[in-house]
């Protein structure tokens, strides 16, 4: 489901980077569809890039090591980066915007949307799906400006779409932030979990 969501959202290209491939699955469907002329597929892991080579053989490129290093320069048209924690997305691409980007960080979504819009990237499309008994966000980024509000940092910039799998989640966190010792931080978060509840009225 998670890599279908991603799938969805690549467009046709003349470079295609995966970021951390994995067993090359994305890549694959990539190739399939005939979206991209080359197709590079990046993992520091050596186990993964094998497994990523024997589904694809010669129709991607293989390049092993850490994040965008290994690419030397190449500047993919879209480079997808996901199954990472926000941090180490946000460590890669330190003092890099490329032309489009889509991510699925795990962990610490708030500050990744902070700041990449502030850091040279726009948002264009922003959501949730559940896969697996869990919830991910998935974010498409272009080059531009763009300024967020506190609701779209903490929720996603269309929030307000209230699709399903961002409603249910939402109860979810509200759930677990009324059980949970009133602190300042969880009455703040209640706060905002409540906000964005009014704008899906």
């Known amino acids: 489901m998670r890599l279908n969501e991603i799938f969805v959202l690549i467009d046709k290209c003349k ?46 490129e293989y390049y092993l090591g850490d994040g965008l290093n290994p690419l030397n320069g190449i500047l993919p048209d879209i480079t997808v980066i996901s199954g990472m924690g926000g941090n180490t997305i946000l460590h890669i691409l330190k003092d890099r915007v490329l032309p489009c980007l889509i991510i699925s960080p795990q962990g610490d979504v708030y500050k990744v949307r902070d700041e990449l819009t502030q850091n040279g990237y726009k948002i264009i499309e922003d959501k949730v799906v559940f896969d697996g008994g869990k919830y991910y966000d998935i974010i498409k980024l272009l080059r531009g400006e763009q300024h967020l509000t506190d609701l779209q940092k903490t929720f996603g910039v269309f929030f307000n779409r209230g699709e399903e799998a961002f409603k249910s989640r939402l109860l979810l966190e509200k759930k677990k932030t009324l059980s949970f010792k009133q602190t300042e931080v969880n009455i703040k978060k209640l706060q905002l979990i409540e906000e964005a509840e009014k704008c899906l009225r």
């Open 15 to 60: 470079i295609f980077a995966d970021i951390g491939c994995d067993h090359g699955q994305l890549c694959k469907k990539v190739a399939d569809a005939g979206l991209a002329e080359r197709i590079l597929a990046v993992d520091i892991s050596d186990a993964c890039l094998n497994k990523a080579r024997n589904l694809l053989g010669d129709r991607a």
